[in-house]
């Protein structure tokens, strides 16, 4: 019998946004799970109809509420993740204790599926906090919990997304922008609606004991990613490799903001590529392939970053 509850835990990020649409249209009744009711409530009410979305409020290491709530359901999809550290939102805390201990709980109860969002180029980071904390995560989820699924993607790009619209907003302000590593590092980035569709099809096709590299159509280097929103936004820039050292004074004061624009660890994980590893199975290798091309989906929301906004006359109706 198919299962139909699922408990998410990151439901109100980007992933989570686009995975409970997908989901409840698919008639599957989803639980989403939110630090903060009040705050997060409101526009997570609005991606599902009624009837299909119940909204809680929990700590996540709030273990008797966890185990209560996972008990409830049939499916456990964990979407956490930060990219910087935060007082008590620590990569160990988010990355390696939670999926370790939510993972336990899942054995114990005997869930049907566990899926572990991680990060595609973490196996050789070794010095990013980043990249140890999720790897950790990952060795832990399948010792207490083997038949646990891990999707590992690249970059996720969509118009609700910190990546391409950081960028764009960037790009759009200044004059010369600087270039780590001379701009080589590799992506393979993949549209948020095709790794929902991977994670759907995962859930129907009732795959387990799994790690999946999450990769959309195209390799990418970081420079031909910032020359490509250029384009895009009708924009022309000045792009000035960096020295590492200097690199590493910016991304020192950079992460003293609230919300960073660049960290030191990010800057340690940005040497390394961000593709297929060959270690593992990739959505293509397993018949879910990425059908979203990184310009084409860029293009439908990048007017908001040309100097006549909507009415840019080289919007695309796409």
Request: charged share 20%.
């Amino acid at each position: 019998m198919k299962a139909k509850n699922i408990l998410i835990f990151g439901g109100s990020g980007q992933i989570g946004r686009h995975l409970i649409r997908k989901l409840t249209k698919s008639n599957y009744e989803v639980t989403a799970v939110t630090r903060n009711l009040h705050q997060k409530a409101y526009f997570l009410k609005t991606q599902a109809n009624a009837g299909y979305l119940n909204i809680v409020e929990a700590n996540i290491f709030d273990e008797k509420k966890i185990k209560s709530l996972i008990s409830k359901n049939e499916i456990v999809i964990n979407l956490i993740g930060i990219l910087h550290e935060n007082g008590a939102n620590t990569f160990q805390n988010l990355h390696n204790i939670f999926p370790s201990y939510i993972s336990k709980i899942c054995k114990d109860l005997n869930i049907h599926q566990l899926i572990h969002l991680s990060a595609l180029g973490i196996d050789h980071a070794d010095d990013s906090e980043y990249a140890k904390s999720k790897l950790e995560g990952e060795i832990n989820i399948k010792k207490n919990f083997t038949e646990a699924t891990i999707l590992r993607p690249s970059i996720v790009y969509s118009v609700d997304d910190n990546f391409t619209t950081s960028f764009m907003t960037l790009l759009n302000r200044l004059p010369i922008f600087p270039l780590y590593y001379n701009g080589k590092t590799k992506f393979m980035p993949i549209h948020c609606s095709d790794l929902t569709e991977i994670v759907y099809q995962v859930i129907s096709k009732k795959i387990k004991s799994n790690t999946i590299e999450c990769i959309g159509p195209e390799t990418i280097s970081f420079k031909n990613i910032l020359e490509r929103l250029l384009n895009l936004i009708d924009k022309k820039r000045i792009f000035i490799p960096m020295p590492l050292f200097f690199a590493k004074i910016s991304a020192a004061v950079f992460q003293l903001f609230p919300k960073p624009i660049l960290t030191i660890d990010q800057l340690n994980l940005l040497k390394y590529d961000n593709i297929s590893s060959g270690k593992y199975k990739t959505n293509f290798d397993i018949n879910i392939p990425s059908v979203h091309k990184f310009n084409i989906e860029v293009a439908k929301y990048c007017y908001m970053w040309k100097e006549s906004g909507q009415f840019s006359r080289k919007k695309q109706d796409l």
